[in-house]
T-cell receptor, first 112, second 113 residues
Framework: DQQVKQNSPSLSVQEGRISILNCDYTNSMFDYFLWYKKYPAEGPTFLISISSIKDKNEDGRFTVFLNKSAKHLSLHIVPSQPGDSAVYFCAASGANAGKSTFGDGTTLTVKP | NAGVTQTPKFQVLKTGQSMTLQCAQDMNHNSMYWYRQDPGMGLRLIYYSASEGTTDKGEVPNGYNVSRLNKREFSLRLESAAPSQTSVYFC????????????FGNGTRLTVT
């Protein structure tokens, strides 16, 4: 049973518009959530995170929202830029964020 | 600053051959990890080392062994490679701090025929 799910394999948006990437989880023991961004032929890089005691965390153009009751989180990118085109992984963990459970990723394409 | 360095970048093995994937980090991180990523899937944890001298199994440890050689280096060994081990392998490191994110290398693409 997959504990972290990203139900949209791909998303295409126009430059300047909002990108919304979604993630659902099933394990109530998860209390820390992270988003990683991955370009082809590179390793994932950390983007933004949120603790379960918060419902929103913002960093520049990136905002992550957490709805614990629905076991759902989302990443908003505003405004989207062509350089944001990449695969985005949602990850969830307990006390050790290094031992994360990853979703399958969403490929974001931002069209100029 | 190199961060996390993995060697080799690519490798092709025949079934039954053995090899060791090397990983080194220069960020003075205590914890190191090995993940694998299969096509269209997320990363799955193979083994990790919370600190020098300790190693523990992750989600998919079968067919692998690891060695934490020192604080900088963490190697992954395939003793008898199988086609099911065809994957991209990522090494990562983190501080020991609670909720510290992972810093990844650029991966080793392994094909077992």
């Amino acid at each position: 049973d997959q504990q972290v799910k990203q139900n949209s394999p791909s998303l295409s948006v126009q430059e300047g518009r909002i990108s919304i990437l979604n993630c659902d989880y099933t394990n109530s023991m998860f209390d820390y959530f992270l988003w990683y961004k991955k370009y082809p032929a590179e390793g994932p890089t950390f983007l933004i995170s949120i603790s379960s005691i918060k419902d929103k965390n913002e960093d520049g153009r990136f905002t992550v929202f957490l709805n614990k009751s629905a076991k759902h989180l989302s990443l908003h990118i505003v405004p989207s830029q062509p350089g944001d085109s990449a695969v985005y992984f949602c990850a969830a963990s307990g006390a050790n964020a290094g031992k994360s459970t990853f979703g399958d990723g969403t490929t974001l394409t931002v069209k100029p | 600053n190199a961060g996390v360095t993995q060697t080799p970048k690519f490798q092709v093995l025949k079934t039954g051959q053995s090899m060791t994937l090397q990983c080194a980090q220069d960020m003075n991180h205590n914890s190191m990890y090995w993940y694998r990523q299969d096509p269209g899937m997320g990363l799955r944890l193979i083994y990790y080392s919370a600190s020098e001298g300790t190693t523990d199994k992750g989600e998919v440890p079968n067919g692998y062994n690891v060695s934490r050689l020192n604080k900088r280096e963490f190697s992954l060994r395939l003793e008898s490679a199988a086609p099911s081990q065809t994957s991209v392998y990522f090494c990562a490191s983190s501080t020991r701090d609670y909720n510290s994110p992972l810093h990844f290398g650029n991966g080793t693409r392994l094909t077992v025929t």
